[in-house]
Structures are given as structure tokens and as C-alpha cells.
């Protein structure tokens, strides 16, 4: 079956960098497209960022200037890079998978979900 496996997440003091990283398996990871999706306490799941099958990206407004999403098709994995942490980053990061390759800001396109890394930022 399809499993998403979340990593790198932790404690960063505000300013602080941190890379995410997604592992992918029991899918034809080079063309799914692949996205990132936080939900902090008390809100909404929402957007991050998201890489199609031919690594074209997407970005939050809110983190597009900070962050850089990529993918290794060899191995079967999706990061993102995040500097310049602020204390609002403070969430659970997903990674999902959508099997039409496009990528996209909305949840209902993507098929899969990992379960999730937590990124704390302290001030």
C-alpha cells in the first residue's frame, strides 16, 4: 500500500532553518505530483507548497520568499527547505501525493497523506 513518511521536523529557534523530508513508497513516485500542507493549533490544514511531475512548483504566499520545495525521483522523496523560521510556522507539516501529476493548492486533490512531522519555532 501507499505510505508517506514525514522526517526533519523539531524544535528551531525563530530565524532557524529546517529541511522536511518525505518518503514515498508502494507508488510510481515520478508521476505523482507532490505537495505540503501544515495545520497549526486551532486552525485549518492549508497550503504550502507543491511540486508536479515535471518539478514545477508552487508556493504559499507566506512562505514563497523562505522556502523551497524539491523531489528526487530515484529516491522516492519529496523536501522542503524552510529558513528564516518565525514562530507562526509553528504547525504539523503533511506531505500528500496526487496521483493526476499537476499539483495543487486544494487537499481534495491529493489521494494520499503521511501522518505528519511537527515544526516547533520558539521565539
Known amino acids: 500500500q501507499v505510505q508517506l513518511v514525514e522526517s526533519g521536523g523539531g524544535l528551531v529557534q525563530a530565524g532557524g532553518s529546517l529541511r522536511l523530508s518525505c518518503a514515498a513508497s508502494?507508488?510510481?513516485?515520478?508521476?505523482?505530483?507532490m505537495g505540503w500542507f501544515r495545520q497549526a493549533p486551532g486552525k485549518e490544514r492549508e497550503f504550502v507548497a507543491a511540486?508536479?511531475?515535471?518539478?514545477?512548483?508552487d508556493y504559499a504566499d507566506s512562505v514563497k520568499a523562505r522556502s523551497t520545495i524539491s523531489r528526487d525521483n530515484a529516491k522516492n522523496a519529496v523536501y522542503l527547505q524552510m529558513n528564516s523560521l518565525k514562530p507562526e510556522d509553528t504547525a504539523v507539516y503533511y506531505c500528500?501525493?496526487?496521483?493526476?501529476?499537476?499539483?495543487?493548492?486544494?487537499?481534495?486533490?491529493?489521494?494520499?497523506w503521511g501522518q505528519g512531522t511537527q515544526v516547533t519555532v520558539s521565539s
Open positions: 500528500a501525493a496526487d496521483f493526476r501529476g499537476l499539483g495543487s493548492r486544494l487537499q481534495g486533490r491529493y489521494d494520499y
Open positions: 511540486i508536479g511531475r515535471y518539478s514545477n512548483t
Open positions: 508502494g507508488l510510481t513516485f515520478s508521476t505523482y505530483a
